[in-house]
């Protein structure tokens, strides 16, 4: 056990078992997990990380790397997959619609996180458990409001949130203090742990994955040839341009704190506490 950052209206976790972390690679759900094995011993946690199928390169990286030479033995990492557990991912979801989601038709955040893990924890019969999200108060208008504890929650068991009052630099702190790595995509993103073409992101942020990775994210604009529907559509969007702007930039400009902040203020990033957006 490690001296760490009140949580936020603390519960007694030893009530609880297990203690469910939704971990998606990002700092805020990683600094969740990090508080939560400075409480409990980790054999009674369980960190459930959702692959959409379309994570960054970096993170897909960075889960591999704290499972294999990081985090606790005894800790029990789940991988779930919506391809597996509720039969596609997020790129056959798209192609099967036809269109993307958006703001107001979040279909993959449900359809490939929420859905199964609710799957998981009725499968495994974790119904003496809580889930435990990194969601902060500081991240937007919605957070801001959150309760810290429901006693029933999207998966069907109590939700715990004890980051809500934390600021990033107590998350940041709770990371180092734990001695891990932070998730490499950090260097070309403010916001980790979802999807690389995330509907919810700021075009700036997947102009900066296409300068990275042009492969990758062409594959996405292949796919709105493919299905005639862009990603942002009602604003003009598209993943296509996003490429050519990527593409037509010669070199990558050092992303410093803030520079995202104000390019699109209706970009808040997923609310649903298991896509992470800080
Ligand atoms: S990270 Fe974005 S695109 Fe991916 S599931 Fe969450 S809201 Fe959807």
Same mark, same amino acid.
């Given at each position: 056990?490690?001296?760490?950052?009140?949580?936020?209206?603390?519960?007694?976790?030893?009530?609880?078992?297990?203690?469910?972390?939704?971990?998606?690679?990002?700092d805020?759900?990683?600094?969740?997990?990090?508080?939560?094995l400075?409480?409990?011993?980790?054999?009674?946690?369980?960190?459930? !990380?959702c692959?959409?199928?379309?994570?960054?390169?970096e993170?897909?990286?960075?889960?591999?790397?704290?499972?294999?030479?990081?985090?606790?033995?005894?800790?029990?990492?789940?991988?779930?997959r919506?391809?597996?557990?509720?039969?596609?991912?997020?790129?056959?979801g798209?192609?099967?619609?036809?269109?993307w989601?958006?703001a107001?038709?979040?279909?993959?955040?449900k359809?490939?996180?929420?859905?199964?893990?609710?799957r998981?924890?009725?499968?495994r &019969?974790w !119904?003496?458990?809580?889930?435990?999200?990194?969601?902060?108060?500081?991240?937007?208008?919605?957070?801001?409001?959150?309760?810290?504890?429901?006693?029933?929650g999207?998966?069907?068991?109590?939700?715990?949130?004890?980051?809500?009052?934390?600021t990033?630099?107590d998350?940041?702190?709770?990371i180092a203090?734990?001695?891990?790595?932070?998730?490499?995509?950090?260097?070309?993103?403010?916001?980790?742990?979802?999807?690389?073409?995330?509907?919810?992101?700021?075009?700036?942020?997947?102009?900066?994955?296409?300068?990275?990775?042009?492969?990758?994210?062409?594959? !996405?604009a292949?796919?709105?040839?493919?299905?005639?529907?862009?990603?942002?559509?009602?604003?003009?969007?598209?993943?296509?341009?996003?490429l050519?702007? &990527?593409?037509?930039?010669?070199?990558?400009?050092?992303?410093?704190?803030?520079?995202?902040?104000?390019?699109?203020?209706?970009?808040?990033?997923?609310?649903?506490?298991?896509?992470?957006?800080?």
């Amino acid at each position: 056990m490690t001296d760490t950052i009140a949580a936020t209206a603390p519960i007694a976790l030893d009530r609880y078992d297990p203690v469910i972390v939704s971990w998606s690679g990002g700092d805020d759900s990683t600094a969740c997990l990090a508080y939560i094995l400075s409480q409990v011993p980790a054999s009674r946690v369980k960190a459930v !990380w959702c692959d959409t199928g379309a994570e960054h390169p970096e993170t897909y990286g960075y889960i591999w790397r704290m499972v294999d030479a990081v985090l606790p033995r005894d800790l029990e990492v789940l991988c779930v997959r919506g391809e597996t557990v509720y039969g596609e991912s997020l790129e056959a979801g798209i192609r099967r619609r036809g269109q993307w989601p958006g703001a107001k038709a979040r279909y993959c955040t449900k359809h490939l996180k929420t859905i199964p893990t609710a799957r998981l924890v009725r499968r495994r &019969a974790w !119904w003496g458990g809580v889930l435990v999200l990194g969601q902060r108060r500081a991240e937007s208008a919605h957070r801001a409001r959150l309760a810290p504890f429901n006693a029933v929650g999207a998966c069907g068991i109590p939700t715990w949130r004890p980051l809500l009052d934390w600021t990033k630099d107590d998350v940041l702190a709770q990371i180092a203090r734990q001695g891990w790595p932070r998730n490499p995509v950090y260097a070309y993103q403010t916001r980790g742990g979802n999807c690389m073409v995330c509907i919810m992101a700021r075009p700036a942020e997947i102009v900066r994955t296409a300068r990275r990775h042009p492969d990758q994210i062409a594959r !996405w604009a292949a796919l709105e040839a493919e299905i005639g529907h862009t990603w942002g559509s009602r604003k003009g969007h598209s993943i296509a341009n996003f490429l050519a702007t &990527a593409r037509s930039q010669a070199f990558l400009p050092r992303l410093a704190p803030g520079d995202l902040d104000g390019e699109d203020a209706a970009h808040e990033g997923c609310d649903s506490g298991f896509c992470e957006m800080g």
